[in-house]
């Protein structure tokens, strides 16, 4: 008999856990991935905010965190990015850019966050995930449900079949009200556009203010049926 592969047992661990964490809390989440992965994990960040930063350091103060560097940032988030580095000095944040650059990019398929959004997120955002996911086996998220309609179902573990390995959200079941807590409570980094009025933020030629009481997704892509960097489906 075959011996499973790698790729066959981090699958088996990601539905066992998907069932035995379904009502973990974001502590348990991330005390059960530590444990699981050792060295072997990830936490995914946007510089938005450095919450799901603050709750990883707690179990690997040391832990690594994924930023795309798009090369289209605000310098909000740059400095958001660069002030995490300052405030949790034993995290390693690891900066993933695109083979190309910004320039280069533009050189040859001109604006292609105007004329085709979707092969600029591929280029800037997804494959440069997929490279770097290829040293982990699993990566945390800070995929909440109420973020958009298309996230409502977010597991707090699941098998990532995209990338080949366990994803991890630890905070999918936090309301508004509890992150917003914790960022009051903790005193947690934020990036200074979400109280300028934005509140998921992107690159900056893609990301708008959203509408009064309109979902706060909606700012992204504004305009187009563009609802997805591709990054979660």
């Known amino acids: 008999m075959t011996a499973p592969t790698r790729v066959e047992e981090l699958k088996v661990i990601a539905e066992a856990a998907s069932v035995e964490l379904a009502d973990a809390s974001a502590e348990e989440a991330l005390a059960w991935t530590a444990r699981t992965f050792g060295e072997s994990w990830i936490v995914a ?35 958001t990015r660069d002030a995490v580095d300052l405030v949790y000095p034993e995290v390693h944040i690891v900066n993933a850019a695109a083979e190309q650059s910004v320039a280069d990019q533009e050189a040859e398929f001109g604006l ?8 600029c997120c591929q280029l800037r955002k997804v494959i440069p995930l997929q490279r770097t996911l290829k040293n982990y086996d699993a990566w945390v998220t800070g995929v909440r449900r109420v973020d958009a309609p298309t996230r409502a179902n977010t597991p707090i573990v699941q098998w990532d079949e995209r990338n080949g390995l366990v994803k991890v959200n630890p905070i999918a079941p936090w309301s508004d009200e509890l992150f917003n807590t914790y960022i009051a409570e903790h ?16 690159c900056a030629p893609c990301t708008a203010k959203p509408l009064p009481g309109a979902d706060a997704r909606s700012g992204r892509w504004a305009g187009l049926a563009k609802t997805e960097c591709g990054l979660h489906g």
């Open 45 to 79: 960040s946007n510089m938005q905010d450095a919450v799901l930063i603050d709750l990883a350091t707690k179990v690997k103060p040391d832990v690594d965190v994924l930023f795309l560097e798009t090369g289209y940032h605000f310098a909000e988030t740059i400095g």
């Open 112 to 119: 292609l966050n105007k004329t085709d959004p979707t092969r």
């Open 187 to 202: 005193g947690i980094l934020e990036n200074p556009l979400v109280q300028a009025g934005y509140p998921s933020i992107g």
